[in-house]
């Protein structure tokens, strides 16, 4: 349904600016949301921000007013600006997509591509 491509990610020192880009190399259909995620303190996955089929956008907040995610076509940017330190993470893209009305909703992840901000 999906085969996710991250690129974007790089080194970069603090306050200045990355943007991260994410493909649907398979041009699925039906797909409700897209996100960028990191890992978070627990080793879990913590969402940084999502844009759901409709346009609407979510942020976390610690990137909220510095961070940017929108869509064109088949890709999705999350443009970063004012980088800081603890934004250093390897960034995960996330696919929702849900093939039908009936059928759950399958979730596509990226290798992830890795941001380091010197400060």
């Known amino acids: 349904q999906a085969q996710v491509m991250e690129s974007g990610g790089g080194f970069v020192q603090a306050g200045g600016s990355l943007r991260l880009s994410c493909t649907n190399t398979r041009g699925a259909r039906s797909i409700v949301g897209v996100g960028w995620y990191r890992q978070g303190p627990w080793n879990d996955r913590e969402l940084v921000a999502r844009?759901?089929?409709?346009?609407t956008t979510t942020y976390a907040d610690s990137v909220k007013g510095r961070f940017t995610i929108s869509r064109d076509k088949e890709t999705v940017y999350l443009q970063m600006n004012s980088l800081k330190s603890q934004d250093t993470n390897v960034y995960y893209c996330n696919i929702d997509v849900k093939p039908s009305i009936e059928a759950p909703v399958m979730h596509y992840w990226g290798q992830g591509t890795q941001v380091t901000v010197s400060s």
């Open positions: 844009i759901s089929s409709d346009g």
